[in-house]
């Protein structure tokens, strides 16, 4: 997916918040991989980064660590001296602002993925269906389960029949702001 670059300002090439932001990235992945999660701060205002990483609820530690070295690497690289950047890949996310972000719901960069096949049966009924689903995984991931992630299925005709769904919220939330 392609990453999204803040527009909160730049940094400069040797300064405070680089420094901060250099000392900050690695550590996350060494810190979040075997739990899946994980939130730090560093640095003083102006300078301070927050940043966090999210890993898919079903990805060994491994596939995680692997997946956020590779976002850290692309962070920098796609969004060269961006205060703000949020990369999202199969099974990681990798969040980093010079404005708090933590601990709250943020709806502005969401992501809508479907498959690019058209739905050949009923288009009502798979809309149906579809809403249900997502209703119900995420409701599973912000009050049923301790990763905030859940998944699920339902079946919609013999010639298309599954329709699957994914739902995660980062761990800082409750319950209800991850059901928002």
């Known amino acids: 997916m392609e990453p999204v670059c803040g527009s909160t300002g730049n ?6 918040y680089e420094s901060n932001l250099l000392a900050l990235l690695p550590s996350l992945a060494s810190n979040g991989s075997n739990q899946g999660f994980y939130k730090d701060t560093t640095g003083r205002v102006p300078d301070q980064v927050y940043a966090l990483i999210l890993c898919r609820g079903d990805t060994n530690t491994s596939a995680c660590r692997n997946c956020l070295d590779l976002a850290r690497q692309d962070a920098l690289q796609l969004c060269p001296y961006n205060k703000a950047a949020t990369i999202w890949y199969d099974n990681c996310l990798l969040r980093y602002s010079n404005s708090n972000f933590l601990n709250s719901t943020d709806n502005s960069n969401v992501i809508y993925m479907w498959n690019t096949q058209n739905v050949t049966d009923d288009l009502d009924k798979f809309n149906k269906l579809a809403g249900e689903l997502v209703n119900r995984t995420s409701q599973y991931a912000a009050f049923n389960s301790s990763r905030r992630f859940g998944t699920g299925e339902a079946n919609f005709t013999a010639t298309d029949p599954n329709i699957y769904g994914l739902a ?8 209800d702001q991850c059901y928002k």
Do not use: E, N, V
């Open 11 to 16: 940094y400069t090439a040797k300064s405070t």
């Open 168 to 175: 995660q919220c980062t761990r800082d939330l409750s319950g």
